[in-house]
């Protein structure tokens, strides 16, 4: 105890601003974490929400319900992701803060805070997506989603997610390019696109249109891990920086032209 006092005395003394400065540090790390909880809270409860709402609208109609879904979830995420991107980068999903943090983007201690954060809001959007619908707050999907098909398909929609997210430079028009993906791979994959740990737990609490049944959902994941990590390869081997790729270019050019 009085080693570590005599540390901390020693530490104010010789960098006198060493403590505001990790005050600031950690405020700001609780604005970013809140921000991703917040920003999944929102993604969920549109997801959940407007399945309800789709669902109850279409009259059994199921291509038309997941018309007005994959709308509704393409609009809110192109927002989120507008509105966020400054401030936490815009995650809300466990797979692209752990393929950030393999990146050495941020660290694995903000990677597993992000985590919980998205984790935490995407069920928090399931509860309030119940509770905007008067449906019981706490539900257990009975959506079978499985097989191999399924999991092929979350692996490819999350493969396409993070090429998209690291291949893409226009910072910019992140909003719209990841949501246009999502958007597509709601149609052109079997799972309809959860590409998503946080969103997948949250749509195991909620037997509704866009649910998943709870025994399913654990390979889900790890199809989705397994699509982001097979993405990260691809696009740290595609997408190299302009000063490694130019050369070999001109390189091939002069020679063609010999």
């Known amino acids: 105890m009085l080693s570590e006092r005599l540390k901390e005395q020693v530490t104010k003394k010789s960098f006198p601003g060493a403590g505001a400065v990790g005050n600031r540090t950690r405020a700001y790390l609780t604005r970013r974490l809140v921000a991703e909880m917040l920003g999944s809270l929102l993604l969920a409860a549109t997801v959940i929400g407007s399945g309800v709402m789709a669902e109850r609208l279409a009259d059994g109609n199921t291509a038309v319900a997941l018309l007005a879904n994959t709308g509704a979830t393409v ?3 192109g927002v989120l992701i507008a509105l966020f991107a400054p401030l936490s980068g815009a995650h809300f999903n466990p797979a692209v803060s752990l393929i950030q943090a393999l990146r050495k983007m941020m660290s694995w201690r903000e990677a597993g805070l992000y985590v919980l954060a998205q984790i935490i809001g995407c069920c928090l959007g399931a509860f309030l997506a119940h509770a905007m619908f008067d449906l019981p707050l706490l539900q257990s999907s009975l959506h079978v989603r499985a097989g191999p098909a399924q999991w092929l398909s979350e692996a490819v929609a999350t493969f396409g997610l993070l090429l998209v997210i690291l291949g893409y430079t226009h910072k910019r028009d992140a909003h719209w390019i990841v949501a246009c993906w999502i958007g597509a791979a ?17 749509r195991s609490l909620s037997d509704t249109f866009a649910g998943i049944r709870p025994q399913d959902a654990p390979a889900f994941v790890v199809a989705q891990l397994a699509g982001a990590l097979a993405g990260y390869y691809v696009a740290h ?4 920086p302009a000063a490694e790729t130019v050369r070999p270019y001109q390189e091939t050019s002069s020679r063609l032209l010999e």
């Open 186 to 202: 709601y149609w052109f994959t079997a799972s309809t696109s959860f590409a998503n740990p946080a969103i997948t737990i949250a």
């Open 237 to 240: 081997s595609l997408f190299t």
């Open 75 to 77: 609009a809110v995420l």
